[in-house]
């Protein structure tokens, strides 16, 4: 499995909607990061005179969202909506698969229709975070606990930057620690 | 389009309640790795359970984000449960309370999880690092004690985990109404 298919919706969710929905296609934000020009692009292809009332088109937003204070919802999804409003595709047909569980209250803020709602899926059960393949059962093993505490910290965030700090005298015999600062 | 709002996508993961205090540089930071830490960070060996679990009582669970209008999830904070361990996150306000509607138990009884209900994010940082030092300062018979005690829980967190795919898709064949 590569880094880049497990930001897509797993293959059993979109199996079990395309029982009930016509699914034209199936985007992921990370598919766009920050290149508009490209997520309009591809939505254009979408774009239909006629929907019909099962059509959907299935987006997986899974990354995390920019988050500031004069805005109520994410920039990213705040921007998707604004290319839809542009192209004019009706939101009853955008059906989002999401780990953000709040991307449907957000969502209520920027679609107010009633009737042109799209529809929102929030699940835990991605690629990404979730292992498809199942997990192995392990034994609790108490009696190899040799420490009190695992803490390990890879991509840069300012908040593990400030765990750093905070951590960094704790005992190796008590804390088994790592800090990898990788960008990517 | 004049009319979209871009970010420059270095900074995509920086709270800005952090921005700018004297702890967020990354010159005073040395990276390191206790050699028991096995794989590679994002190796898909250890992504999701690693053996070297089997060393510790807690996790410490550093989430992708702290700043955050919701719980979000990852695999780091579900490896605890896979692993069959305890957990303290450090992220975005309502993550254990979202865990327990998924139904999964934590362990208010030996931590003090009040941090999740916090809203202010420097607050929630500060009372998880607070329950970090307790944790490493408790000593290691009093964990195991505890967990042997509470064994049921961590079966209990390991099948919910392993059946949460199951789960998930029988609620949105409800939600949906599609027969399965």
Redesign the interface.
């Known amino acids: 499995m590569n880094m880049k298919t497990i930001f897509k919706i797993p293959v059993a969710v979109e199996q079990l909607l395309s029982k009930k929905y016509n699914l034209i296609d199936a985007l992921a934000f990370t598919d766009f990061y920050n290149d508009y020009d490209q997520l309009k692009e591809k939505l254009l292809t979408l774009k239909q005179e006629k929907y019909d009332i099962n059509d959907r088109i299935l987006i997986s937003h899974t990354d995390t969202d920019f988050y500031f204070k004069q805005c109520n919802v994410g920039l990213h999804l705040l921007n998707f909506f604004t290319i839809i409003d542009q192209i004019d595709i009706p939101r009853y047909v955008l059906l989002f698969y999401t780990n953000h569980f709040g991307l449907g209250t957000e969502i209520k803020k920027l679609c107010k229709e009633e009737k042109d709602q799209p529809g929102v899926i929030e699940s835990f059960v991605y690629d990404l975070h979730y292992n498809p393949e199942g997990y192995k059962d392990v034994d609790i093993s108490l009696d190899k606990i040799s420490h009190q505490a695992l803490c390990m910290m890879n991509m840069i965030r300012s908040h593990r930057y400030a765990l750093y700090h905070q951590i960094k005298d704790i005992s190796d015999d008590n804390l088994i620690a790592s800090y990898t600062g990788n960008h990517q | 389009?004049n009319?979209?709002?871009?970010?420059d996508?270095a900074n995509?993961?920086?709270?800005?309640v952090?921005?700018g205090?004297p702890?967020?540089?990354?010159t005073?930071?040395?990276?390191?790795?206790?050699s028991?830490?096995t794989g590679e960070?994002?190796d898909?060996d250890t992504?999701?359970?690693a053996n070297?679990?089997?060393?510790?009582?807690?996790?410490?669970v550093?989430e992708?984000?702290?700043?955050?209008?919701?719980?979000?999830?990852?695999?780091?904070t579900?490896r605890a449960f896979?692993?069959?361990r305890m957990l303290?996150v450090?992220g975005a306000p309502g993550t254990l309370k979202?865990l327990h509607t998924?139904g999964f138990q934590t362990f208010p009884d030996l931590i003090d999880e009040t941090y999740d209900d916090i809203q202010d994010?420097l607050k929630r940082?500060k009372s998880v690092?607070n329950e970090?030092?307790k944790?490493?300062?408790?000593s290691?018979n009093v964990?195991?004690t505890y967990?042997?005690t509470n064994?049921h829980k961590?079966e209990s967190n390991?099948l919910t985990?392993?059946n949460?795919?199951q789960t998930?898709?029988l609620k949105?064949?409800q939600?949906?109404?599609?027969?399965?």
């Open positions: 389009m009319s979209l709002i871009k970010v996508p995509r993961y920086n709270d800005c952090f921005n205090t702890f967020t540089t990354s005073d930071v040395k990276n390191f790795r206790n028991m830490i960070p994002n898909m992504r999701y359970q070297f679990y089997s060393s510790i009582a807690v996790d410490i550093s992708t984000v702290l700043d955050y209008p919701y719980a979000y999830i990852t695999e780091k579900l896979a692993c069959k303290i450090l979202l998924m994010p940082f690092v970090v030092h944790i490493c300062n408790t290691l964990l195991k967990m042997q064994v961590f390991f985990l392993q949460l795919q998930e898709l949105i064949a939600e949906h109404s599609i027969k399965i």
